[in-house]
């Protein structure tokens, strides 16, 4: 089975630009995680899906950032407008109540640089 | 709140030594998992082990093992015999079953440098 697809891998943009990040779970998970990886804060979940309904969205930064996932098979990270401070890696990562509990499957990543 | 402590930055070390990394963690609740990911120099995230609260049996996996102590609140890995292909940055992790509480609390990570 394929495991988390995140695209692109590499994202270069200006500041003040429209960012979308991408997110294809694993088949048949419910659950899916953005995170943000930084020098500064480290890993920290910026939201998270059940049944493509967002559970707790309480890490977002703020209102540049939005989540949407409109179906199972598909998520997106918007970041409008994007600043240099947004500049990180962001990760994608999904996980099902049917198989082991609580293990998370993490995508390769989105390394973003607003510049 | 829950809190995971990897107090060791960067280890180095040279081949086919054996080393531990140190994981500490806090949690009020009484059922928790806690995890160990592997990001090597690619960037990805990788799953290695979850172990949950009520399970205290140590675990081995091939020169990997890992050692539970909840009263220490401990969650230390080996890597015995190291090889240059083990260096990457090592995460502990944490979540509470409890609710919908399932959030991963990580470590600031452990960046393990094995030297040829």
């Known amino acids: 089975d394929a495991g988390v697809i995140q695209s692109p891998r590499h994202e270069v943009t200006e500041m003040g630009q429209e960012v979308t990040l991408r997110c294809k779970p694993i088949?048949?998970?419910?659950?899916l995680f953005w995170y943000r990886q930084t020098m500064m804060r480290g890993l920290e979940l910026l939201i998270y899906f059940n049944n493509n309904v967002p559970i707790d969205d309480s890490g977002m930064p703020e209102d540049r950032f939005s989540a949407k996932m409109p179906n199972a098979s598909f998520s997106t990270l918007k970041i409008q407008p994007s600043e240099p401070r947004d500049s990180a890696v962001y990760f994608c990562?999904?996980?099902?109540?049917?198989?082991?509990?609580?293990?998370?499957?993490f995508g390769a990543g989105t390394r973003l640089s607003v510049l | 709140a829950q809190k995971v402590t990897q107090a060791q930055t960067e280890i180095s070390v040279v081949e086919k030594e054996d080393v531990t990394l140190d994981c500490v963690y806090e949690?009020?609740?009484?059922?928790?998992?806690l995890f160990w990911y592997k990001q090597p120099p690619s960037g990805e995230l990788v799953f290695l082990i979850r172990r949950n609260s009520f399970d205290e049996q140590n675990e081995i996996s091939g020169r990997y093992s890992w050692n539970f102590q909840k009263s220490t609140s401990s969650f230390n890995f080996t890597i015995t015999a190291s090889q240059v292909v083990d260096s990457a940055v090592y995460f502990c992790?944490?979540?509470?079953?409890?609710?919908?509480?399932?959030?991963?609390?990580f470590g600031s990570g452990t960046q393990l440098t094995v030297l040829p």
């Open positions: 990562a999904s996980s099902s109540l049917r198989g082991p509990k609580n293990i998370q499957y």
């Open positions: 088949s048949g998970h419910d659950y």
């Open positions: 949690t009020r609740d009484t059922t928790y998992y």
């Open positions: 992790a944490l979540t509470s079953s409890m609710g919908s509480a399932r959030q991963l609390t």
